[in-house]
């Protein structure tokens, strides 16, 4: 079968490639389940000297990955170069902190010596989606490879180059033959590879409705998943909050890789003593926003990747404002194949689907509370719960009001993000399990107990 991928700024098709055959996809788990135990024995001194590699490797090829990324999804060049380099700084972070993570640890018990050690589990199959093609990639496969993993790659159908870049950058690192293979197949061959006996546990990041239907094929065979699903995080300006520094963050974290990120702010839910000053700048600050070519520096708005999702998300505005939202910019899609302008609806109340579902694209919604107990409960007031961020002069304030998020990961004063350092996941509909740092590495992982009588 021949898959297409279509360029978002232009329309044209950009690459076209086939889909693997079953002794294709055979070939390559065989490889991954052959090249296991040799990875798996090295010292982590070893595979770190490799990590260290892949990061030299990446940098140095950082322009050509930046040219597939925005050919393939539309990544505004500075945001795809930035994307490479923090792989990079993935890579260099585990090689430099596994030990710190792995080493066994001896708990006292009424044992001779007791301990519990840390033992690779065989391959990881990851599923990625197309909105961060090298960073969601790379954020399971560094921490999963120091730990002595192999992994086998599925990617979104409209980023194979992508993939393949990947393997190119990890072959050149001296990463061996058969530890990472890219699978060019459909969601029915995935789902076949899920059930393969030599695929030990299955990683995604997707929707939600990609998370159910792969969590439940990776259940029905005992196998162990980590899902990074959806979010609808709320963005909280309390009636103290720093303006200048709180527009300026709810520009970047609403339209930064053009509002496609899981964990971009999608509900602005603002104090009403601030709520027309805020609103009022977020819209002069959001109109600023240029869209056009993404590899034109000038350019500050990405297109979406994909002019289906484009409509969708249209659909979805159309039906808010038909239920009473009220457009104060923005609105309507792009002449342009895949775009769509900043956009901010005010008047969100539940009922809609800009309170109700995910919007991913560039689409704000405004809701107004009274004081700091109603904006905590409409924050939690959704499926959802991967994060949120509180804006406030006073820290202990902000903090008070985090603890109270029911969400992976709660930020004061600061977009949120995924830090190499931090556990990064969600609760509720937004998934299971955590990726990034010491609890990252730690997901793929037999935690052994030896007691010595």
Same mark, same amino acid.
């Given at each position: 079968?021949?898959?297409?991928?279509?360029?978002?700024?232009?329309?044209?098709?950009?690459?076209?490639?086939?889909?693997?055959?079953?002794? *294709?996809?055979? %070939?390559?788990?065989?490889?991954?389940? $052959?090249?296991?135990?040799?990875?798996?024995?090295?010292?982590?001194?070893?595979?770190?000297?490799?990590?260290?590699?892949?990061?030299?490797?990446?940098? /140095?090829? =950082?322009?050509?990955?930046?040219?597939?990324?925005?050919?393939?999804?539309?990544?505004?060049?500075?945001?795809?170069?930035?994307?490479?380099?923090?792989?990079?700084?993935? !890579?260099?972070?585990?090689? #430099?902190?596994?030990?710190?993570?792995?080493? #066994? $640890?001896?708990?006292?018990?009424?044992?001779?010596?007791?301990?519990?050690?840390?033992?690779?589990?065989?391959?990881?199959?990851?599923?990625?989606?197309?909105?961060?093609?090298?960073?969601?990639?790379? =954020?399971?496969?560094?921490?999963?490879?120091?730990?002595?993993?192999?992994?086998?790659?599925?990617?979104?159908?409209?980023?194979?180059?992508?993939?393949?870049?990947?393997?190119?950058?990890?072959?050149?690192?001296?990463?061996?033959?058969?530890?990472?293979?890219?699978?060019?197949?459909?969601?029915?061959?995935?789902?076949?590879?899920?059930?393969?006996? /030599?695929?030990? %546990?299955?990683?995604?990041?997707?929707?939600?409705?990609?998370?159910?239907?792969?969590? %439940?094929?990776?259940?029905? *065979?005992?196998?162990?998943?980590?899902?990074?699903?959806?979010?609808?995080?709320?963005?909280?300006?309390?009636? #103290?909050?720093?303006?200048?520094? &709180?527009?300026?963050?709810?520009?970047?974290?609403?339209?930064?890789?053009?509002?496609? &990120? !899981?964990?971009?702010?999608?509900?602005?839910?603002?104090?009403?003593?601030?709520?027309?000053?805020?609103?009022?700048?977020?819209?002069?600050?959001?109109?600023?926003?240029?869209?056009?070519?993404?590899?034109?520096?000038? &350019?500050?708005?990405?297109?979406?990747? =994909?002019?289906?999702?484009?409509?969708?998300?249209?659909? $979805?505005? *159309?039906?808010?404002?038909?239920?009473?939202?009220?457009?104060?910019?923005?609105?309507?899609?792009?002449?342009?194949?895949?775009?769509?302008?900043?956009?901010?609806?005010?008047?969100?109340?539940?009922?809609?689907?800009?309170?109700?579902?995910?919007?991913?694209?560039?689409?704000?919604?405004?809701?107004?509370?009274?004081?700091?107990?109603?904006?905590?409960?409409?924050?939690?007031?959704?499926?959802?719960?991967?994060?949120?961020?509180?804006? &406030?002069?006073?820290?202990?304030?902000?903090?008070?009001?985090?603890?109270?998020? $029911?969400?992976?990961?709660?930020?004061?004063?600061?977009?949120?993000?995924?830090?190499? =350092?931090?556990?990064?996941?969600?609760?509720?509909?937004?998934?299971?399990?955590?990726?990034?740092?010491?609890?990252?590495?730690?997901?793929?992982?037999?935690?052994?107990?030896?007691?010595?009588?």
């Amino acid at each position: 079968m021949t898959v297409e991928t279509i360029n978002p700024a232009t329309g044209k098709v950009e690459y076209r490639h086939e889909l693997m055959t079953a002794a *294709q996809v055979d %070939a390559t788990l065989a490889a991954a389940q $052959q090249a296991f135990p040799a990875w798996a024995a090295l010292s982590l001194a070893e595979r770190g000297k490799v990590l260290r590699a892949v990061g030299v490797e990446l940098r /140095r090829r =950082r322009e050509d990955i930046q040219r597939i990324m925005t050919a393939e999804m539309g990544k505004l060049r500075k945001e795809a170069l930035a994307e490479v380099d923090k792989c990079a700084g993935a !890579c260099d972070y585990y090689a #430099d902190h596994a030990a710190d993570y792995l080493h #066994d $640890q001896p708990v006292s018990t009424d044992g001779q010596r007791s301990y519990v050690r840390y033992e690779p589990i065989g391959c990881v199959l990851a599923v990625m989606p197309w909105n961060f093609p090298i960073w969601q990639v790379f =954020r399971f496969l560094a921490p999963a490879l120091m730990a002595g993993n192999v992994a086998v790659l599925k990617h979104a159908s409209n980023v194979p180059r992508c993939a393949d870049a990947i393997a190119e950058v990890l072959a050149a690192a001296g990463l061996p033959a058969g530890v990472f293979g890219v699978l060019h197949i459909d969601n029915d061959q995935a789902a076949e590879v899920i059930r393969d006996a /030599r695929v030990a %546990a299955v990683t995604l990041t997707g929707s939600e409705r990609a998370g159910r239907s792969v969590a %439940a094929n990776a259940g029905s *065979q005992l196998k162990k998943s980590v899902m990074e699903l959806g979010g609808s995080d709320a963005f909280i300006v309390l009636d #103290d909050a720093d303006l200048d520094k &709180t527009v300026a963050g709810a520009v970047a974290s609403r339209f930064g890789n053009a509002g496609q &990120t !899981c964990i971009a702010a999608k509900r602005f839910i603002v104090q009403e003593g601030i709520a027309d000053e805020f609103v009022k700048r977020f819209v002069e600050a959001a109109a600023k926003l240029r869209l056009g070519d993404p590899q034109d520096d000038a &350019t500050t708005l990405a297109p979406m990747a =994909r002019q289906d999702l484009r409509d969708e998300l249209h659909k $979805q505005v *159309q039906a808010s404002v038909a239920k009473g939202a009220k457009v104060l910019l923005g609105g309507e899609p792009d002449a342009s194949h895949a775009g769509y302008p900043a956009s901010i609806l005010d008047a969100v109340a539940p009922g809609m689907p800009a309170y109700e579902e995910e919007l991913f694209g560039p689409v704000a919604s405004i809701l107004r509370v009274k004081d700091d107990t109603e904006a905590v409960r409409v924050a939690n007031d959704t499926t959802f719960g991967l994060g949120g961020s509180v804006w &406030t002069r006073d820290v202990d304030r902000g903090d008070r009001i985090a603890r109270q998020l $029911q969400v992976g990961a709660a930020f004061v004063n600061a977009i949120v993000r995924s830090d190499v =350092r931090l556990p990064f996941g969600g609760t509720k509909r937004s998934g299971f399990g955590r990726e990034l740092a010491e609890h990252g590495i730690h997901e793929f992982m037999n935690i052994k107990s030896v007691y010595i009588a």
